[in-house]
């Protein structure tokens, strides 16, 4: 698929890999909707000024609004929706039979329940349109299990599950769903961990350091261009999974 003049709605787009693939499907001459809880930084906006991109910005809690509406008001902006990315996530770590039922509750409904309900509201629309791309953003995580994110793990597990079936769906009218499951990527969300956690995980990276945001952007792009890929999970994790 050609992007330009497609339009990308990608959620929680105002930092770390969300930015990162605002300026990724800028450059390929997309026309944006982006989100986020708060303003959009000078960062962003003057990074998005240089590409001379068209984009439209939604601030809005994603747990605490009516995701009908605002797929409703995302696509009215531009009148359609090309592409969705469900990028918006948190973690809550702890171990197990310590973490209490308001870890679950945060973590499964702004990384499961949201993607869920989003893309269910904006692929009612492109089933009429015939055609739509979304991708939703998992984790390694998912795939293997991780000590300390059992929340985590069971939201982009989720999430996989999610996608493999709304491809199925999404195939008899053109719509593709896939995912990417980033490792450990070089983020607010990463610079968070303790040195200590930062060196064992770099340990077992074989290509021995954190991705960069823009590396999980280029597999959205690709996930976005190739008409031929659905309900895939591409791993961007530098071979910690192999
Ligand atoms: N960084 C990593 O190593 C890594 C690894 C695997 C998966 N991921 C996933 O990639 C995605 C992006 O991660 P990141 O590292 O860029 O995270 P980040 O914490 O740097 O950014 C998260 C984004 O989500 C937004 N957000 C958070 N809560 C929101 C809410 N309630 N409503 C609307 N927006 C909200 C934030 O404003 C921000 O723009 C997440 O789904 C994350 O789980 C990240």
């Not at 996530?89 to 308001?102: R, S, T, V």
């Not at 309900?231 to 961007?236: E, F, N």
Request: glycine fraction near 10%.
């Amino acid at each position: 698929m050609e992007l330009k003049d497609k339009v990308v709605f990608i959620t929680g787009s105002t930092h770390g890999i969300g930015a990162a693939m605002a300026t990724a499907f800028a450059k390929q001459g997309a026309k944006l909707i982006l989100n986020g809880r708060k303003e959009l930084s000078e960062d962003l906006k003057n990074a998005l000024e240089q590409e001379n991109v068209e984009y439209q910005y939604l601030q809005a809690d994603l747990t605490q609004i009516d995701l009908d509406e605002l797929s409703k008001k995302a696509w009215d902006l531009f009148g359609q929706i090309d592409i969705l990315v469900n990028n918006a996530g948190l973690a809550k770590d702890k171990m197990f039979i310590g973490m209490h039922e308001a870890d679950f509750e945060k973590v499964l409904n702004l990384d499961l329940k949201v993607p869920f309900f989003l893309s269910k509201a904006v692929m009612k629309k492109m089933n009429k349109q015939r055609s739509g791309v979304i991708i939703n953003l998992s984790s390694v995580v998912g795939l293997h299990g991780n000590a300390g994110q059992a929340n985590y793990a069971a939201a982009k597990a989720g999430l996989i599950g999610l996608t493999k079936s709304i491809a199925r769906e999404g195939a008899l009218r053109s719509i593709r769903v896939n995912a990417i499951a980033p490792g450990m990527i070089d983020t607010e969300m990463t610079q968070k961990l303790s040195d200590r956690v930062k060196k064992n995980i770099l340990e077992q990276i074989p290509l021995g350091r954190f991705g960069l945001a823009e590396e999980v952007a280029q597999g959205a792009i690709f996930l976005a261009q190739n008409d031929y890929v659905t309900g895939q999970t591409i791993v961007v994790d530098g071979g910690m999974t192999i």
